[in-house]
């Protein structure tokens, strides 16, 4: 009876399976579509996080089915309006034994793949590169520590725009997760990230490179990344630290070896030639070139072309901008609190700061006739 | 003289009663009242939340709404009210004529108000109100934070006053008061579970009283408890917080359990499975809360082997926890059951809480919490045990014992409409913030990446549902007191169980002359 019964049952089989196997695959792509779960990421340490959370998650939907199997038969099968008479047993030494033990063992055995994993994290030693990362309000620092004493470092702020936030433009595709300068790092390095902070406490998260660390004021912790791919790897800061905790992103962009030492040699060329200039006496006429370079970058969004204002107030005819030239020093290298004026004091260096104090006061027809030189900046730093 | 066996009348009535039931009523409605305060804070998050971008707050506002949420919520809502059923419930199940000290009972409640009023005229102050999340982390809550934090600090400690009063008063109740022939293994689970608690807020609460005199040592007088720079250490802040935190939020959920117990029994009219495992695993849950606090600070740079020890003992707390899960349905298997609102409030508790527990075995484990810590994920994680836990059991509790307190029987339709209504509201709530905690949306954040949205309207929309169901809850609480059913059958309930069944409906305003025997 080979038969029509038996094909028939095949074909029912057959297309069961394919039904489910599209269902999950669609389902599949769906949550993945809708990021419903963590990232394993790239490193790996970050496998080995997701590995465990994938245990434990199993466990918990093994447990949860058995659980809620048991209540939700309980709660058809013996109800009072189909006539369920209760039972009179309480107590059972044996049961309740069982449901403390075998609970315990299956801890025991999430236990000790936790313990290696946590102290695979916690084995910063040997590292190829230090970088160290310190947490202000608003924004991250970056230093990378050279033995021979030629750091490299730098701020790197939010780089999504005012009227983003705002609503009244349309959000990029990378929406607060997006900087000016990203921490650039080289692949298939073991590299320790020294965490502190100079204000209040922050978290640097960066969950492809299943790196997260506390950044304590006046303490240094410790973490660890080796990031087998280039990327560019995007997270944020997940300790409340006042106003803009929510506009203080990360972005890490990871480049093969070669790639990264041209690009930190540029940055300390560049460091060195800084250094250079600011023992130089610029003229009013370089000085006002560069400044507009320097405008036009970093002022214009909220000043206006021509000084007219906008977001800012205006600078052409400020009585700011042409008063006391220390208040003018001033309100760039520490911005004006509870205003949209930012502090550009640890944004710009000295040489650009100087340059753009000139384009202020000598721009849009304000001809105060002096030129600010890099040591003035400098000076007024060291005073304050 | 008469006179003395009836309350007196007008406002004096409350303010000067001593009277566990006045007493116990008051808290109850003063803590529904800031459970509204609150849920409205929560209603403005969810409402900025509703999209990316900042529509309606400041980022600065947004973080005092945060702060005031979860200050109003723990402090103000959840566990005033249970001190409130405690007053209403303990003389009343171990056969006493009120509580030991009635007089210290009314100044621990009337030292509430002031302290609430004074926490949320903050908002009104100059440079705003407390700003630093309700876990007020230093710096950002001492060097950092706004003048109103001289106030916040006075706030706390009349509420921790407060909150020690009140459990000295639970204690000796508990210990002196017990009608002849309770012995302590005959008590009902409520007054177990209460008398537990009482044991950690009055160990609990002047850590946290300390805590907020060294944030007001370094503030105004110069010292560096909290200040590296002085010396000081801003991580002894948080292992301080939750050296008392930890403990709290047992604080928050063991009553929780009790309620649990007296409900399920009685809807399955069959006795609680395991009485004295219960108890066990209750105290066995307590002892362990103080030696996990650390596990809220996984990611703070401890040394390896504080952070294994704070793992282990963390996943312990899943051995007793499981247990009470498995007790409560096991009661339930081959009993007699109905689902009348308490009893559907008390199963939703049972499943969301195992749902809380499951994400809580998650986060106890310390290297997978390096990416959950300070997510969503973790939001998520505790609204399912503080939300679905201790406000489920609450709303669970009126449904039980309204009628026991006015004689009027409350709209079951009502009722149960409330329980499913809010039943879907938190889920739709509260389920997504798993999702966008794993996928890496950060706690306490204004606005948000693009990649989250779609999760967050749900819960915003899920939130606007759970809020507004609480008001229907408001009506039939409301309208059962002015104009329910009369009924003087002494149960309620015809499974339940307990000294508190043996009176009349109302209870009498001195609920006992002369003690019950009990056998
Ligand atoms: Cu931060």
Redesign the pocket.
């Known amino acids: 009876m080979c038969s029509k019964a038996q094909l028939l049952l095949k074909h029912a089989m057959l297309s069961l399976v394919a039904f489910v196997s599209v269902i999950s695959t669609s389902a599949w792509a769906e949550a993945e579509r809708w990021q419903v779960n963590m990232t394993p990421g790239v490193t790996e340490i970050g496998h080995k996080i997701y590995g465990l959370h994938m245990l434990v998650f199993w466990i918990c939907v093994v447990a949860g089915v058995g659980v809620f199997g048991y209540l939700i038969y309980s709660m058809i099968a013996f109800r009072k309006s189909k006539g369920a008479v209760s039972a009179n047993f309480h107590e059972n030494t044996t049961v309740e034994i069982l449901w403390t033990v075998i609970p315990f063992l299956i801890l025991i055995g999430i236990a000790v793949p936790s313990t290696t994993t946590l102290l695979e994290i916690y084995d910063t030693d040997d590292a190829d590169l230090d970088v160290l990362v310190t ?1 202000y309000q ?1 924004k991250w620092k970056y230093e990378y520590l050279d033995a021979n004493g030629e750091n490299v470092s730098f701020f790197s702020n939010l780089r999504t725009p005012q009227g983003e936030i705002y609503n009244e433009d349309d959000k990029g595709e990378h929406y607060l997760l997006e900087v000016d300068e990203p921490l650039v790092l080289p692949t298939n390095k073991k590299i320790r990230f020294l965490v502190t902070a100079n204000d209040v406490l ?1 978290s640097w998260w960066v969950p492809a490179i299943a790196v997260k660390r506390d950044a304590v004021p006046g303490f240094i912790n410790e973490a660890w990344s080796r990031i087998p791919e280039a990327g560019i790897y995007r997270g944020q ?1 997940t ?1 409340l ?1 006042g106003r803009n ?1 929510g506009y ?1 992103p990360i972005v890490v962009n990871a480049v093969e070896q070669d790639e990264f030492d041209a690009w930190i040699g540029e940055r300390k060329a560049k460091a060195a030639q800084i250094k250079e200039l600011m023992s130089k006496n610029f003229t009013l006429d370089e000085q006002m070139a560069a400044g507009q370079k320097v405008y036009m970058t970093n002022c214009v969004a909220c000043h206006g072309v021509n000084g007219e204002g906008g977001v800012g107030k205006p600078i052409a005819g400020s009585a700011v901008a042409m008063g006391e030239l220390n208040g003018l020093i001033n309100i760039l290298v520490n911005g004006r609190a509870g205003t949209a004026m930012p502090a550009f004091g640890n944004q710009l260096n000295d040489v650009d700061l100087s340059a753009v104090i000139t384009y202020a006061r000598n721009g849009f027809g304000n001809k105060m006739g002096d030129v600010v030189q890099p040591i003035d900046v400098f000076n007024f730093k060291q005073g304050q | 003289m008469g006179e003395h066996h009836g309350p007196a009348k007008g406002i004096m009535r409350w303010l000067t009663t001593t009277n566990h039931k006045d007493i116990g009523a008051m808290y109850l409605w003063f803590s529904f009242a800031m459970f509204l305060m609150g849920g409205s804070f929560a209603m403005i998050i969810r409402a900025e939340l509703f999209q990316p971008g900042l529509q309606l707050v400041e980022p600065g506002f947004f973080n005092q709404m945060t702060t005031m949420h979860g200050l109003v919520m723990v402090f103000g809502a959840i566990m005033p009210s249970f001190v409130g059923l405690a007053n209403y419930l303990i003389p009343m199940m171990i056969g006493a004529p009120d509580m030991a000290l009635p007089r210290m009972n009314n100044w621990s409640f009337w030292i509430l108000p002031p302290a609430f009023l004074i926490l949320a005229g903050t908002l009104f102050m100059e440079g705003g109100g407390p700003n630093f999340g309700w876990t007020f982390y230093a710096p950002l809550s001492t060097t950092y934070a706004p003048p109103s934090v001289t106030f916040f600090i006075f706030g706390v400690h009349i509420m921790g006053l407060s909150s020690i009063m009140g459990s000295i008063n639970i204690i000796a109740t508990v210990v002196n008061m017990r009608a002849p022939g309770m012995t302590y293994m005959k008590m009902p689970l409520f007054v177990w579970t209460w008398l537990i608690t009482a044991f950690l807020l009055v160990a609990v609460m002047p850590v946290l009283a300390g805590a907020v005199t060294m944030m007001l040592m370094d503030i105004h007088f110069g010292t560096s408890f909290f200040s590296a720079a002085g010396g000081g250490d801003p991580v002894l802040f948080q292992h301080v917080f939750w050296f008392f935190g930890h403990p709290e939020v047992y604080i928050i959920i063991l009553p929780a359990f009790g309620v649990i117990s007296h409900i399920i029994p009685a809807f399955s009219r069959k006795a609680l499975f395991g009485y004295d495992s219960m108890v066990y695993a209750t105290a066995s849950i307590a002892f362990l809360s103080f030696i996990v606090w650390a596990h809220h600070m996984y990611t703070v740079g401890m040394p390896v082997a504080g952070e294994l020890f704070f793992m282990y003992a963390t996943t312990l707390i899943a051995v007793p926890t499981a247990a009470k899960v498995f007790n409560w349905i096991t009661t339930m298997y081959r009993g007699s059951l109905s689902f009348e609102t308490p009893m559907l409030f008390a199963i939703g508790f049972v499943v969301l809480f195992t749902i809380g527990g499951f994400t809580g075995l998650m986060l106890s484990i310390a290297p997978a919490d390096f990416q959950y810590h300070d997510t969503y994920f973790v939001v998520a994680h505790f609204h399912y045990t503080m939300v679905a836990g201790a406000i489920f059991a609450m709303s669970a509790s009126i449904y039980f014992w309204i009628h026991k307190w006015t004689g009027r029987r409350y709209n079951e339709a009502m009722g149960k409409a409330h329980f499913w209504i809010s039943f879907l509201g938190f889920n739709l709530t509260f389920f997504p913030q798993h999702f966008v905690g794993l996928a890496g949306m950060p706690r306490r954040i204004p606005d948000y990446a693009l990649q989250f949205a779609d999760f967050n309207m749900m819960s915003s929309i899920g939130a606007f549902i759970y809020g507004a169901s609480q008001l229907l809850f408001l009506y039939n609480v409301v309208a059962t007191i002015r104009s329910g059913k009369k009924d003087d059958a002494k149960k309620t309930w015809d499974g339940a169980e307990g000294l508190e069944w043996e009176v009349p409906s109302p209870a009498p305003y001195h609920t006992y002359s002369v003690p019950p025997q009990v056998k």
Do not use: Y
């Open positions: 947490g608003w922050h800061c300790e630290c905790h203080m």
